[in-house]
């Protein structure tokens, strides 16, 4: 392992989701060697008794001893664990600082509450200083391909340059989507549109896509790359495309803030309705 590896960070709280994350981070970590460091957030002092609760201390020491298991079984080489104590996305947020990227459950039961349940992906999605992976079972066991959304923001570029990398490692495909909405001219315009309107914007979006991705074969010339240029509004064409995927990757934010202020997130819809892991670049 070379001195500068990033390495993993993993939220684990010892429930079936927690305990998926640290598989999956741990096949991660696997092919370059990385280390991986797990971190497990007891609950917040208690405002009555003023001290954290000895519960809380017991339990967190059994998921840390737990945690060691875990790693021996995986094969983990480099891996530590550690127990921190406060509310948990500051405490996964704080802990991820210089790590290549955060994973966590796309649920979780555990110790603090419920602190690595659903809405701990979301807020960390748009707090952590790196990539965030919430993990789920992929619906698809023989997937393999990585989709990634493209939009020609900064971030979906970085989106996009993340999913190369870990194509790099796995042999996968890169599947680069770009959704476009089919009607939106439409709304601005009392005469409506015919049908070679219609084909000529299917064709800008297909050439609009093609010079996206146009470095992306010379940046990673050992990884396939497809494109699909399809009628679907963003969110909804990454959640389709989740069921035959290994990864979905999307960047935080989107190129047209408009839209994201009428649909709401494109990445937040995206981990809450995936059929697979979900990674948040920013």
């Excluded at 480099?78 to 990227?101: I, N, S, W």
């Excluded at 870990?166 to 009392?190: D, I, N, Q, W």
Aim: proline residues 5%; aromatic residues 4%; negative net charge.
């Amino acid at each position: 392992m070379a001195e500068n590896t990033p390495r993993i960070v993993v939220g684990y709280d010892g429930s079936h989701d927690a305990d998926a994350a640290l598989v999956w981070a741990a096949r991660s970590a696997a092919g370059r060697e990385q280390p991986l460091h797990v971190v497990i957030v007891a609950s917040a002092m208690d405002p009555v008794i003023g001290h954290y609760r000895e519960s809380d201390d017991e339990t967190a020491e059994r998921l840390r001893t737990g945690a060691l298991d875990r790693l021996k079984d995986l094969d983990v080489v480099h891996g530590t664990v550690e127990v921190r104590h406060g509310p948990a996305v500051p405490q996964l947020v704080q802990a991820a600082e210089g790590a290549e990227m955060l994973v966590v459950g796309s649920r979780g039961h555990g110790l603090a509450a419920g602190s690595l349940a659903g809405s701990v992906s979301q807020h960390a999605a748009r707090h952590a200083p790196c990539p965030v992976v919430a993990v789920r079972p992929c619906r698809s066991p023989h997937a393999h391909r990585i989709v990634v959304g493209v939009d020609g923001s900064p971030e979906s570029e970085k989106a996009l340059r993340f999913a190369g990398t870990r194509a790099l490692s796995t042999g996968e495909t890169v599947v680069a989507v770009y959704g476009h909405h089919p009607f939106s001219a439409r709304l601005l315009s009392l005469e409506g549109s015919g049908s070679e309107d219609d084909l000529r914007r299917i064709g800008d979006a297909d050439r609009f896509l093609a010079e996206l991705v146009a470095g992306f074969s010379e940046e990673f010339p050992d990884v396939e790359i497809a494109r699909e240029s399809i009628q679907v509004r963003p969110a909804q064409l990454l959640v389709d495309c989740s069921l035959a995927a290994t990864l979905v990757v999307v960047g935080s934010r989107g190129r047209d803030a408009f839209t994201e202020l009428l649909l709401g997130s494109v990445s937040q819809h995206v981990l809450h309705h995936a059929e697979c892991p979900v990674a948040v670049v920013r």
